[in-house]
């Protein structure tokens, strides 16, 4: 197991244990707001998931990450912590993300990679660097 800037990865190049630590931690940041802050309401949830978790989750988010098993792993704690505000318990997923204005983690994954790749192109000293 090799720790570089944050990421873990084995020697077979897989990232399982890194997406789990990642997920472990999120879910004990959501079960510490659960329980720690006694209002559901979307305005106080909302704000502490953005600042507390979702960064957690985007960080070291290397190019493997966009296989199906790593985005459903990612997307959990989204899906556990906005079950748990008031007045959406009974939407599906899809519904409970429109409601609170949030993206989906592979969403916001790739909106990143995007936004790099057109730094990337309008900037000729970033494309040096970053061997395009």
């Known amino acids: 197991m090799v720790r570089y800037l944050g990421t873990q990865v084995d020697s077979n190049l897989n990232f399982?244990?890194?997406v789990s630590t990642v997920v472990r931690k999120a879910f004990y940041i959501a079960h510490l707001i659960r329980k720690g802050i006694a209002s559901r309401a979307k305005d106080v949830i909302t704000p502490l998931y953005s600042s507390l978790i979702?960064?957690?989750l985007e960080y070291n988010a290397p190019f493997s990450m966009y296989l199906t098993k790593y985005m459903q792993q990612l997307e959990k704690?989204?899906?556990?912590?906005?079950?748990?505000?008031?007045?959406l318990q009974h939407m599906t997923y899809m519904?409970?993300?429109k409601a609170?204005?949030?993206y989906f983690v592979s969403y916001r994954l790739m909106r990143g990679d995007l936004c790099l790749?057109?730094?990337?192109v309008s900037n000729?000293?970033?494309?040096?660097?970053?061997h395009i």
């Open 100 to 102: 609170l204005s949030l």
């Open 95 to 97: 519904e409970r993300m």
């Open 117 to 120: 790749a057109c730094r990337a």
């Open 77 to 87: 704690p989204q899906r556990f912590l906005t079950k748990k505000i008031q007045g």
């Open 124 to 130: 000729p000293a970033l494309m040096k660097m970053l």
């Open 54 to 56: 979702r960064p957690l």
């Open 16 to 18: 399982n244990h890194h």
